[in-house]
């Protein structure tokens, strides 16, 4: 087996200097999440432990009522009250359980991170907002009368998985912020990329199997695919809208 030889007078040559540049990438920690994912994984966090050791059962099922989203209370048989301006959005933040929590926390930093960095902490929040409400408008679309409530972030973070097949999934990783780089890709350029496709393809196919399966691997309950695949499409659409312009050298 050969080996590369380096020559003695490379050897003997100094090493030079790092620019400070490459210093401040070495010292950028490993577990680096934009402020604005740490906001909404601490509010998922801390509204999962209230439910799950500060209130009781009766406080509970009142923040279950008011704060999840319902189907069926939006088809005006039950009457109006205020909380149908919020549960479309409050939803996004309550979890059904620890696995519930932990598998979603864990997509929103994967995907929500290198979007946050990309087009700020407040057009992020707006994403999270907007393709939550798009989640809860599919769902709603197909079972006006469902009366489950429906909880869960996952429907927004479908929506940055649909953001990051428009980038074309290219992220900078040198900066010290993996963020989404170049402008998003126009969607028929998208739709014919190999790479976006095969990723788009495997969400549906995936999203469509726990839905006629019913269920998920580690999940209690039924899984919303549908709000999902509301989220996808509204993230992959719509981040034109909430895309932060390059700056012009």
């Known amino acids: 087996m050969s080996e590369p030889v380096t020559p003695p007078e490379a050897?003997?040559?100094?090493?030079?200097?790092?620019?400070?540049?490459?210093?401040?990438?070495?010292?950028?920690?490993?577990?680096?999440?934009?402020?604005?994912?740490?906001?909404?994984?601490?509010?998922?966090?801390i509204v999962y432990l209230l439910q799950q050791y500060v209130l009781n059962d009766t406080q509970?099922?009142?923040?279950?009522?008011?704060?999840?989203?319902?189907?069926?209370?939006?088809?005006?048989?039950?009457g109006f009250d205020w909380f149908l301006f919020t549960r479309p959005f409050t939803y996004a933040f309550m979890h059904g359980g620890l696995a519930h929590i932990a598998v979603n926390m864990i997509w929103l930093a994967a995907f929500g991170s290198p979007l946050a960095y990309r087009i700020g902490s407040f057009r992020f929040l707006l994403f999270y907002a907007a393709t939550g409400l798009a989640s809860v408008g599919l769902f709603w679309a197909l079972h006006p009368h469902g009366e489950a409530p429906l909880v869960g972030a996952s429907g927004a973070i479908s929506g940055m998985m649909g953001a990051a097949a428009r980038y074309g999934f290219h992220v900078d990783?040198?900066?010290?912020?993996?963020?989404?780089?170049?402008?998003?890709?126009?969607?028929?350029?998208?739709?014919?990329?190999?790479?976006?496709?095969?990723?788009?393809?495997?969400?549906?196919?995936?999203?469509?199997?726990i839905g006629l399966a019913g269920f998920a691997p580690g999940v209690d309950g039924q899984v919303a695919w549908e709000a999902h695949i509301g989220g996808l499409i509204a993230g992959f659409f719509g981040l034109r809208f909430f895309d932060r312009p390059l700056p012009v050298a």
């Open 60 to 78: 509970n099922m009142t923040l279950l009522y008011d704060g999840a989203f319902i189907p069926v209370l939006y088809t005006g048989q039950y």
């Open 11 to 45: 050897k003997m040559q100094p090493a030079e200097p790092q620019p400070e540049e490459e210093q401040e990438r070495r010292r950028e920690p490993v577990f680096n999440l934009p402020p604005a994912v740490l906001a909404v994984i601490g509010v998922c966090a």
């Open 173 to 209: 990783r040198w900066s010290g912020r993996s963020a989404f780089v170049g402008e998003p890709l126009p969607v028929m350029l998208a739709l014919r990329s190999r790479r976006v496709m095969v990723f788009l393809g495997i969400l549906m196919v995936t999203n469509l199997a």
